[in-house]
């Protein structure tokens, strides 16, 4: 029987190169998404017919429940747990007002809390169980209007080791973090058509190029694969050297 993933935002950006990773790996990936329809079917129509696109607010916890649910029942016992769900409302200090507190925090930490929860039980058998969750190199380095965001990835941090200590020795959980990596969002983030304002971001960059989705999902692969096996509690950072910590 194919193993089960279940991904949350596995349908775009890095989540998409993680869940098409999952699937040549041998997996049915279930992607968790949340309002946009379209792309979740254009992202079926790309991966064929073992990935299982789902409608899920991971804030949410009944929704978390009936999502994980409906993926058990079709698919059987998930082996791997992908938390990459995430959201960014920025605003500086002074003018977060504590919806948008909430509603980062709720995503980006309760989230993955709230999936964990659902997925573990379902766990029980399965070989090699993995969860990994997607941090940000914000979650260590602070930055500007980002005052939710960076609390919510930072949490998610220790979130994984507080995991990796109680799920031990039967299932390994790590974090890893992405870097620059190119993606829809981060051009329009960061102005990355303009030629100035990329080279401004390479210079801050040791190897001297912006990751791709497909730098992220190796390192992904190792996570979640036997060469990894006595790897758990850890974060892995691929940001071509941006941050030495």
Known sequence: MTALAIASGGTRGI???????????????????????????????????RFTPIACDVADPDQVTAAVDEAVTRFGSPRVLVNNAGLNIDKPFADLDVESWRRVVDVNLTGPFLLTKAVVPHMAGTDDPVIVNIGATTGIRPRRNGANYCASKAGLLQLTKCLALELAPRIRVNCLIPGMTETDELRERFNLDDPAARRAVLDEIPLDRIGTVEDIADAFEFLVSKGSSYVSGQRLIVDGGQFMW
């Open 15 to 49: 989540g998409f190169a993680l869940s098409s990773r999952l699937i040549a790996l041998g997996h049915h990936v279930v992607g968790l998404y949340h309002r946009d329809t379209a792309r979740a079917e254009a992202a079926r129509d790309e991966l064929g017919d």
